[in-house]
């Protein structure tokens, strides 16, 4: 057994982690920045860190995933890396010729103290950016927050650098999808169209990181934001914010700088989430909602209720960030499985609180913990053994040591296709992640099941 | 994709094979700016000692480092698996701020009375480097109170590349040669270096070695044991492939236990074959290894010929790029596809040096391509301008390989099945036959003839 090392007693353990629940803000940062049409991240540190983060990003969604890096050397680290940082951005646009460039920094880097902002001033000034291009930055030091703090702060910066208000309302809302995948991005604008309701989503990685083959390498591919659709979302009806660890920041800054008022609401996976989403957006833009969408809905809860049986009583044990597991918890609840064990890798307070509100009527004990890590987690496995698991790819070892079934769901996933394609955010999402579950769950029972009875129909 | 520029800094690094004279650029740090498909120091280091798999690893700095290298490489081991675990000290902000030793201390002792290693690494990232922690100090005072030798490994990721944390590898390792008895060590015994049984690699050649009538003593580092590393300074010769990595290991046994060694490939027939026979005639004082391995190839040749015939049968004259790590790995793979029929390209590696490059040039055709720490985009460009049939890479590679509807091999460290040996040659034809004759690609554009 792989995990043959954990054991059983849960020891206080604050100077160290044991298979980690999160990673490093840059990527999060590197992530949300592909989500902007012909933009090339840029990572301002060693070169190691983008190799990994674009082997990370490349794993999980199968695509090339472009970044540049500062790449610095022991000079650098003494002597600041302005100079490799204005080189670099002369080097990118003369060689990959982006519109916009999106620098995050590294533990490296923000140690050292560089001034990515007055860096990028000194580089417009010598005329190292042509006119037309951009370049903005986000400051996500690796020992602060998570992979779901850089995301946000580089939507965030988003805001910062490109929303402009020009005073004349526009008919659309902007809509922050928090860090989810490219299809649940793509489904959130269809849901969006569905109502008729012009939306600026941002970022969207959709069309970037789950492109088709086109016999041809585009190192800009169609997708993603365009810097002129950013601009005009401090003129926008309003904001909804999806998630609030990684779109409140961005919500915010917009309603701070534009007046542009924000909604910010928990992802929309599930039946009541999804209800909250498309409420908001009805109301928010004043349309009624259409006759597809409540159909969709309706098809949904036929799942639900056709399959309740399977649910009920399951215990469930969960890992991933911080707003998927918020709505996945809820999501769960509704339907009569007992989510029992929460954890995220990202520290933060509110999320304790909100799951122990969720969780409430749960009978028995929930254990949850906001910056724990996938040995924790384990160990209350182990004490308390649940039914299903759901967690990125790493939670496979777990699921093999324990024979417990696992639907993966999360970042990363690095042994399965479907997630760049499929979503799980909005009705058709929890109809998909139904079937996920009851699948991996009847499977089991048929697996299980004594010859007598292991039947046709379940 | 009819016109990329390329970076004029880069000019030098990039020759096609014809008439020009040849000076190639290389081994220098990537450009600025330039989507260098390289790593770090820190990566450099963890891939080496990876492998050793009842030793401790403990990466000291942010959480990235760790996660990013929890089980991404599949070096496989035949017992003890702690190395499959992702430990970090997780540093913070105050940590950053008021330095990271005590959580270092913490965290080590912590998890050797836990899991009982027989050794620790302990790897310093950038940020360990910047606040000046005293890794070393904590490592004696861990070793002193803990009974097991604790060692730092200096693999700050700015401080150098991706050869450089090899180095830092290789020191940390060289510090734990020589703690073991080697009054049990045959006089015909060799040191595996630069092998880390991907896939299961490491378990063939030491099988060659072993039926030819060496001892090996240690395999570094690829199912790798501390104890067996600790006395590997009893066998007379070290045989070291992937050269990059592990000859400044072999040269500082050479110099402190008189060790010689020789630089192998394990990777097609010829190379593979060779390995053996200069091994064999290392120990000619016993001149039965010799005859046995001599019957040891005829036999694997044998065993593998006639399946090659056919793959090559499909395969020739079609056209691979090869992008690799290591300069060497690429002398090996031109070899092998020139047995399956295949012509190169287009060879580049992240890390090669002038004389490596050199040989590539002999040993390529006319028109091909060789470069140095290559970006996407040129290696896109070349690929079309070439029209090749396979890509052979890494991570970052496959899905530019893909999309262009390319063929792809993985020979790097996420590869599943076996490609050394006699037998990884097998595999080895068998998976490049199967991706460039795929169906698939009769939908790809660029092979599209319906219409």
């Known amino acids: 057994m792989l995990l043959r090392h954990t054991t059983n007693k849960v020891a206080d353990r604050h100077a160290l982690t044991v298979n980690p629940a999160k990673t490093c803000q840059p990527i999060g940062a590197m992530y949300a920045a592909l989500g902007v049409h012909s933009c090339l991240p840029h990572s301002h540190g060693s070169q190691g860190c983008c190799a990994y983060h674009r082997s990370t990003l490349t794993r999980h969604y199968k695509e090339p995933v472009m970044a540049g890096t500062s790449s610095f050397t022991e000079g650098a680290s003494v002597f600041g890396g302005q100079a490799n940082l204005v080189q670099a951005i002369d080097n990118i646009f003369t060689i990959y010729n982006p519109e916009v460039i999106a620098v995050h920094t590294t533990c490296l880097s923000e140690t050292i103290g560089d001034d990515i902002a007055q860096i990028a001033a000194k580089a417009r000034e010598s005329g190292k950016i042509p006119e037309g291009r951009y370049v903005f930055h986000a400051s996500t030091p690796s020992y602060v927050g998570s992979h779901v703090t850089g995301f946000a702060g580089m939507t965030r910066a988003m805001v910062d650098y490109f929303a402009e208000k020009c005073g004349k309302k526009r008919r659309q809302i902007n809509i922050i999808p928090g860090y989810v995948e490219p299809s649940d991005m793509e489904e959130i604008k269809r849901i969006a169209k569905l109502m008729d309701i012009p939306a600026v989503v941002f970022p969207d990685t959709s069309n970037v990181l789950n492109g088709p083959q086109t016999g041809k390498y585009e190192m800009f591919p169609k997708g993603g934001v365009t810097i002129d659709q950013l601009k005009t979302t401090g003129d926008s009806m309003g904001t909804l914010g999806l998630g609030k660890l990684a779109s409140g920041p961005a919500a915010h800054a917009l309603d701070t700088k534009c007046k542009v008022p924000c909604q910010v609401l928990d992802l929309p996976i599930g039946i009541k989430a999804t209800d909250r989403f498309v409420d908001a957006l009805r109301s928010m833009a004043g349309v009624n909602v259409p006759d597809d969408i409540n159909i969709e809905r309706g098809r949904l809860l036929d799942v639900i209720t056709d399959m309740h049986q399977y649910f009920f009583g399951k215990k469930v044990a969960l890992i991933g960030d911080p707003d998927q597991l918020i709505s996945l918890t809820e999501f769960l609840v509704s339907i009569d499985m007992w989510p029992i064990h929460i954890v995220t890798g990202t520290p933060g307070k509110k999320f304790e609180k909100r799951i122990r509100e969720l969780t409430s009527e749960i009978p028995g004990p929930v254990n949850v913990k906001a910056g724990g890590d996938m040995f924790l987690w384990h160990q209350w496995i182990k004490n308390d053994p649940v039914d299903l698991m759901i967690g990125n790819t790493y939670v496979k070892y777990i699921s093999r040591d324990e024979d417990i079934p696992l639907v993966r769901f999360g970042f990363p996933i690095l042994d399965r296709a479907g997630h760049s394609y499929f979503p799980t955010v909005g009705y058709r999402g929890g109809i998909r992640l139904l079937e996920k579950i009851l699948d991996v769950l009847l499977d089991r029972q048929d697996r299980d099941a004594p010859e007598e009875s292991f039947e046709l129909v379940m | ?451």
């Open chain 2, 1 to 451: 994709m009819s016109t990329i520029h390329i970076l004029k800094e880069r000019e030098r690094q990039i020759y096609q094979k014809g008439n020009q004279p040849f000076d190639m650029v290389c081994e220098k740090v990537s450009v600025a700016g330039s989507v260098s498909q390289r790593a770090c120091v820190f990566c450099g280091s963890r891939v080496v000692l990876y492998p050793i798999s009842d030793a401790l690893h403990l990466v000291h700095g942010p959480i990235g480092c760790a996660a990013y290298t929890w089980d991404i490489r599949g070096a496989l081991s035949s017992g003890p698996e702690l190395h499959r675990l992702s430990f970090s000290t997780d540093l913070t902000e105050t940590d950053v701020i008021y330095g990271g030793e005590t959580k270092l201390y913490q965290a080590l002792t912590q998890l050797i009375d836990i899991h009982h290693p027989k050794a620790a690494f302990v790897y310093s990232t950038c940020i360990v480097g910047l606040i000046g922690d005293d890794v070393t100090s904590v490592c004696k005072k861990v070793e002193k109170e803990k009974g097991i030798p604790v060692f730092p490994v200096h693999s700050e990721g700015f401080k150098g590349t991706k050869k450089d944390g090899y180095k830092a590898a290789c020191d940390a390792l060289f510090k734990l040669i020589g703690k073991g008895a080697i009054d049990d060590i045959s006089p015909c015994s060799i040191n595996i270096l630069g092998e880390f049984n991907i896939g299961g690699e490491a378990w063939i050649i030491r099988d060659y070695y072993e039926r030819m009538g060496i001892q090996v003593v240690s395999i570094m580092t690829g199912d790798g044991r501390v104890e067996e590393i600790g006395k590997s300074h009893g066998a007379k010769l070290n045989v070291v492939q992937c050269s990059g990595s592990m000859t400044h290991l072999a040269k500082a046994m050479q110099e402190k236990y008189n060790i010689p060694f020789i630089r192998v490939s394990y990777f097609g027939i010829e190379d593979m074959a060779q390995a053996l026979y200069d091994v064999a005639s290392h120990f000619k004082e016993k001149p039965e290894i010799m005859e046995k391995t001599r019957e040891l190839v005829r036999k694997e040749v044998s065993d593998i010929y006639p399946m090659l015939q056919k793959y090559k049968a499909d395969l020739k004259g079609k056209k691979a790029a090869i992008y690799v790590g290591g300069a060497f790995k690429a002398f090996s793979l031109i070899k092998a596809l020139k047995h399956l029929g295949m012509t190169t390209v287009l060879a580049g590696s992240q890390t090669g040096d002038k004389d490596d490059y050199e040989v590539l040039r002999q040993m390529c055709d006319d028109g091909a391509v060789i470069v140095d720490d290559a970006n996407p985009l040129e290696l896109s460009k070349y690929l079309i301008e070439k029209d090749a049939d396979l890509l052979i890479g890494g991570v970052k590679e496959r899905p530019i390989g893909y999309k262009l509807g390319v063929g792809f091999c993985d020979h790097n460290h996420e590869r599943k099945t076996p490609l050394a040996g006699f037998v990884g040659m097998l595999n080895f034809a068998k998976e490049v036959h199967a991706t460039v004759t795929s169906p698939v690609w009769q939908f790809t554009p660029r092979r599209d003839n319906s219409g």
